[in-house]
């Protein structure tokens, strides 16, 4: 019986250390700018419903566009993590930016090269965020994912 309870003992601290086994890569923590705590600083942004209500459809299309085309190019230098828009809702909430820096004034300047946020068409809501810097892998597994892009 004691003998049991001892081989039991042996597995269940093997399981244990296998399942708390660390799975810590230095190089990636080092390519996604990872703090001891896998975190880093980002400025996460809101996009919302702008003040400018006189712009045409054609105008519109063209700062979509525009956005669209900075969405990418801001994607491709690294500076901007995850992108997305709301779906409808009653806050006027049209979309989110997550930009890889630390400050929320760059973000500022990042953000200001965005033709639809310059025409008012979006507002935004800047603040600095603290976050798991795995998602600095975000661009990247997006690709491989992604059949067209926008």
């Not at 001892?6 to 190089?27: G, M, R």
């Not at 054609?58 to 828009?85: C, Q, S, W």
């Amino acid at each position: 019986m004691k003998n049991a309870i001892y081989f039991l003992f042996l597995i269940s601290t093997t399981i244990f250390a296998q399942e708390n086994k660390s799975v810590y890569d230095e190089t990636l923590a080092v390519k996604v700018g990872a703090d001891e705590h896998g975190m880093k600083n980002y400025v996460f942004c809101i996009l919302k419903t702008g003040s400018n209500t006189t712009a045409t459809a054609e105008e519109k299309k063209k700062y979509f566009e525009g956005h669209m085309a900075n969405i990418n190019r801001l994607a491709k230098e690294g500076k901007l993590v995850i992108a997305g828009p709301f779906m409808k809702n009653d806050k006027n909430y049209r979309g989110i930016f997550i930009f890889n820096c630390k400050t929320v004034e760059e973000a500022q300047k990042l953000v200001e090269t965005d033709p639809a946020v310059r025409a008012k068409i979006f507002d935004v809501e800047l603040t600095p965020w603290y976050s798991s810097a795995a998602l600095m892998l975000t661009p990247e597994l997006h690709d491989k994912v992604a059949k067209k892009s926008f």
